[in-house]
């Protein structure tokens, strides 16, 4: 049942990767971002009633929660704005090989040959997808972009094994959150710290920056994305999850991304990428035959 979750949230992960894409596009980051944060905190607002306040003793794990993926959030836009969909796309696909030795490490997963297989494949994907990208004048060692697209990846994963701490139950380790109030909670704590940011950083330089405008698909952002979040920690929850699975899984969005970035925004070097993002997919496999 895990693994059907975690696939259905990587279909909604892709379209929310799209309209992202199709958002910040000649706009202004941290707007977006901002209104982002706020759709997703009024989607997910009944939840936070629901399930209560809690206490602080439960509320400071969420802030924590909240502070990780606003840090890969702010550097993962940065990066979409400026980097072709058909790259962010399989460089977010690696991140489970992160996941991967946090797993390891904090929570004494092993993986098995099939599963060892698929990360190997995720890795070679990435180190072909720097060739892939030569061709359209991005260096993956002197773009700024790409180091932020990367530290973004980074983030994410150490959220993805945070997310694991949280939602175990105490018995096997873990905190035992309930998963919508660490969904809804924290994406309210996310819109209030972009309010400071927005106000404090864009809003006074505003007219010498990129300038906003508002597009129907950002409010397409939130919905998929918490209908992806959702998923993903119903999965989660599951006590037979494995989150190095669960992640490589995700990562599967990448489909939905790429033929969004060829068919609608018509970008370059589809072969040599799709050659890539075949790699990444039959990593996927190997994982799932793994995970059985």
Known sequence: MWWALAFLS???????????????????????????????????????????????????YILIKSCIVLSSWISGYYAMKNLPLTIVGPI????????????????????NLYQWIGVTLAVISFFLLSRSGKKEGIDFGHNKWIWCLVLAAAIGALSGLYDRYLMAPKGSGGVGLDRL???????????GMMLVMLLAIWYPHRKANTPFHWSWTIPMISVFLCGADFLYMWALTDEAAMISVVSMIRRGSVVVSFLFGALVFHEKNLKSKALDLALVLL??????????
């Open 181 to 191: 109030q660490v969904l809804s909670w924290y994406n309210i704590y996310q819109a």
């Open 283 to 292: 990593g996927m496999v190997f994982l799932y035959l793994g995970s059985r």
């Open 10 to 60: 990587a279909a909604l992960l892709g379209c929310y990767d799209s309209f992202k894409k199709a958002s910040l596009k000649g706009n202004a980051v941290i707007p977006v971002l901002f209104l982002n944060t706020v759709f997703c905190a009024l989607i997910l607002l009944p939840f936070a009633i629901r399930t209560g306040w809690g206490g602080w003793e439960i509320q400071k």
């Open 92 to 111: 977010n696909a690696t991140r489970p090989v992160m996941v991967l030795v946090g797993a390891m490490i904090f929570f004494g997963e092993r993986l």
